[in-house]
């Protein structure tokens, strides 16, 4: 079982920064890719940017060049750096680690930190 803790969400005004941090801990071994998600009440959760343990990334393009997600893989710890926030990057930002075990991969998922964008 991997456990997944975020930390760093809050309010900003519009074109401030805040940065997210998630760890994950417990059977953590074979993590595979971190990433970020997000959802505001009433819609889907969407991706925001993935990181594999190679670094490779992607990123919604609606936060291309404003946020920038990196890990450290001794720690399997992800960051999300995000810069020049909008009202509408408010939401529940989720973490989630997806762990390679037996042939599947399983994702686990954080509780969520909340990041809201006053305008």
């Known amino acids: 079982q991997v456990q997944v803790v975020e930390s760093g969400g809050g309010l900003v005004q519009a074109g401030g920064s805040l940065r997210l941090s998630c760890a994950a801990s417990?059977?953590?071994?074979?993590?595979?890719?971190m990433g970020w998600d997000r959802q505001v009440p009433g819609k889907q959760r969407e991706l925001v940017a993935r990181?594999?343990?190679?670094?490779?990334?992607n990123y919604a393009d609606s936060v291309k060049g404003r946020f920038t997600i990196s890990r450290d893989n001794a720690k399997n710890t992800v960051y999300l750096q995000m810069n020049t926030l909008k009202p509408e990057d408010t939401a529940v930002y989720y973490c989630n680690a997806d762990q390679w075990s037996g042939g599947t991969t399983y994702r686990y998922w954080g509780q969520g930190t909340q990041v809201t964008v006053s305008s």
């Open positions: 990181i594999t343990n190679g670094a490779s990334t």
């Open positions: 417990g059977s953590s071994f074979s993590i595979v890719t």
